[in-house]
């Protein structure tokens, strides 16, 4: 009788085995996340501290898994290298990769709940596959509360520190001209709280209360300022809005060039857009305060204004840099395969047969539209190392 072919097992090996390079690199490159060892070392409240919780357990899990593994993979690979195989050997080694043989944990049951023939202890036990499949569950659980709390604080810590630094500017001017304290007091309050949470619960947090404190502190702005300096002073600020306006048409029209430029080229996804709409009529509406002398109303709405503005204007540079750089990138790309083309026709390698489907795998992605600049990159550098490896053995 023919033995069952272990070809299934064989193929589900390597696949298992090129699966724990990805694995070990994912799993160091969340240990080292700035915002994970923040994490551990917060004495984290509220959403954060019952989130993180969930994804220290799925860490544990993780790299428990990764052990279970590594074992598996260690066990099977032994098995199958051997030189010859047993049908014995086949069966273990089929059972290894495919079979339900990693014990995940062993129970032992009271003696009061089993019967005269039942087991002493229950023993759960799944597949590699299985296994991988509920490690990536868990990666994607502890990953997930890390970014999300890393990127609250990356945006927020400093626009805490920036609205602190407002707060403690105007109490100081409210101080010199002995004006009324109350708004800026709600303000130091709201902000005091804000960053009180911040701090230790990123995900519980409200962005909107940091939008709260800097209306506060711009009443309070315009609370403290004469009518006098108010005018003089917004009169400027609203003079600069202007020319950040006449700034915008331009930073568009760079940006929509540099998008054209790429589009059709690259990958949808790949590009970046700007999407917003028209910030002119809230200029004009800030310009008919002013022609009003509704002076104490325009600073909030100049202040969000401007700051809108100024975001819309970063993005689109932002943006056109961005897509200028695929084509740069692409470009970059094409002559670093033209030059190693060059240098394999010197070495007498322009036509080698291992070569030659390389070079033509990276020519084409970086001559079809559209461009994955990813797996171009990868093409160019497969090429790139299997040349040099190339002209190494035959150097020797």
Known sequence: MTAPSIAPADAELLRLESAMTAIASNLVDLDDNPARKDLDKTKLTGKTADAWADATDALAQLWEGYRMLTDVIAEARALRDQRRLSDADRAAFTHRVLGKSITLSTTTVPLAQRGLLGAGQVHTTC????????????????????????????????????????????????????????????????????????????????????????????????????????????????????????????????????????????????????????????????????????????????????RRARERLAALREAAAHNDGLLVARNELRGRLDAYQAKAVRYGLGEQAELTPLADAARTALYTAPCDLDAARAAVNAYQDALTATIAREAR
């Open 127 to 306: 597949s590699a596959a299985e296994l991988l499949s509920a490690m990536e569950a868990a990666f994607q659980i502890a990953a997930s509360v890390a970014t999300r709390a890393g990127d609250v604080w990356q945006r927020l810590l400093p626009a805490a520190a920036e609205a602190t630094k407002a707060v403690d500017n105007v109490r100081v001017l409210i101080r010199l001209h002995g004006d009324n304290q109350a708004t800026i007091d709600e303000a130091d309050r709201r902000l005091g709280a804000f960053t009180r949470t911040l701090a230790t619960d990123p995900l519980g947090v409200d962005e909107r209360e940091l939008a709260t404190v800097r209306d506060l502190v711009a009443r309070a702005d315009a609370e403290r300022t004469s009518a006098a300096e108010l005018k003089e002073t917004l009169t400027q600020r609203l003079a600069d809005a202007h020319t950040l306006a006449g700034q915008i048409p331009e930073a568009q029209r760079v940006a929509d060039t540099a998008l054209n430029a790429a589009a059709d080229r690259f990958r949808e996804q790949d590009l970046r857009r700007v999407r917003g709409g028209d910030l002119r009529p809230d200029l004009a509406a800030v310009d008919a305060l002013a022609s009003a002398g509704q002076w104490a109303l325009i600073s909030p709405r100049l202040a969000d204004w401007t």
